[in-house]
């Protein structure tokens, strides 16, 4: 433990909390970056469905078009997305939910997936937040 001055008391004070709250930031950062790929493994996991699409698609399109964006990064916080690039995008709801066949006889079978991901984050993401502030220095 280092000697502080009484005049200095205040400022020793701020700077060991200005460093612990920076490494708390850093921690849930990382945390989240974590969790966000963790939960598009999950997604990508629970696809049961054939990923060949119609004619003229690449077999796997749908899956490889997931990816994770940076959202917004603050000095105090970080948003990431998950989201399906390309026009890929527009199959997302139709998969998870199914639709209305041609012609509107019946529906499709639904393949959730996107609600796992969801789940896992629900889940995961508040107890890592949780340790990444236990384990601040």
């Known amino acids: 433990m280092k000697e502080v001055n009484p005049k200095d008391f205040a400022n020793a004070i701020m700077q060991d909390l200005t460093e612990i709250t920076d490494s708390m930031i850093v921690n849930v950062k990382k945390a989240t970056d974590e969790v966000a790929m963790e939960a598009k493994d999950v997604i990508d996991s629970h696809i049961t469905f054939n990923d060949f699409g119609r004619k003229g698609r690449t077999p796997g399109k749908y899956r490889r078009s997931f990816k994770l964006k940076t959202v917004s990064e603050t000095s105090t916080g970080k948003s990431v997305t998950w989201y399906a690039s390309g026009r ?42 949780e340790e990444a502030l236990k384990n601040a220095k």
Not at 98 to 117: D, E, M
């Open 88 to 129: 890929e995008y527009a199959l997302t709801h139709l998969l998870e939910y199914g639709h209305v066949k041609r012609g509107g006889k019946g529906r499709t079978r639904a393949y959730p997936h996107i609600s796992y991901g969801w789940q896992y984050v629900k889940d995961n993401l508040p107890k890592r937040i």
